[in-house]
């Protein structure tokens, strides 16, 4: 929508600077379509940098860890680049396969407990009105992962494993 105002608003600056003869009257639709088009422009970049007319939103979800191989009570890590980054291999009980945290926006904690866990907080931005999505639908879109933290809990009989 915002586009379309913006576009709206130069066809109406560009037509009134080419056909309106000098007057009061062209020099207030002058003023209000550069305000319109500067206005559009801001809240686009804003909108794109700083997440204008959205919100954060988390969610959480736990979910029990099995081992890596059946006889050895374990979770994989895996090295990557200098060292200071690292890929965790897990598998959980509502998935079979091997599962891998990595992203960007990825924060990793381990810490001991009772149970075997993996408790995975993801947060999103969302529009925070329908007009704000009304406005911006067309340039981000919701739901768009902020961040994801993984909190692995072991217990004592569990180990971390390096895998090369």
């Given at each position: 929508m ?29 003023g209000?379509?550069?305000i ?12 794109d ?10 969610t959480?979800?736990?979910?029990k860890?099995i081992?890596l ?36 926006t990825t ?7 009772q ?11 969302i529009y ?20 994801r933290?993984?909190?692995?809990v ?9 895998i090369?």
């Open positions: 915002i586009i379309s105002l913006l576009i709206l608003a130069t066809f109406i600056y560009a037509g009134v600077m080419i056909f309106m003869p000098n007057s009061f009257t062209r020099t207030l639709w002058i209000v379509s550069f319109v088009i500067a206005g559009s422009l801001v809240a686009l970049v804003l909108n940098t700083d997440h204008l007319g959205m919100r954060e939103a988390s959480t979800r736990t979910e860890l081992p191989q059946s006889k050895q009570r374990s979770l994989g890590i895996k090295p990557l680049g200098t060292g200071s980054e690292r890929v965790i291999l897990y598998r959980s009980t509502q998935t079979a396969k091997v599962q891998k945290t990595t992203t960007a924060a990793t904690t381990i810490t001991t407990g149970s075997a866990q993996v408790k995975i907080t993801t947060t999103h931005w925070r009105s329908h007009f704000d999505k009304l406005l911006f639908s067309l340039g981000k879109p919701s739901h768009q992962v902020a961040r933290e993984y909190r692995f072991l217990p004592a009989t569990w180990q971390t494993t390096t090369r």
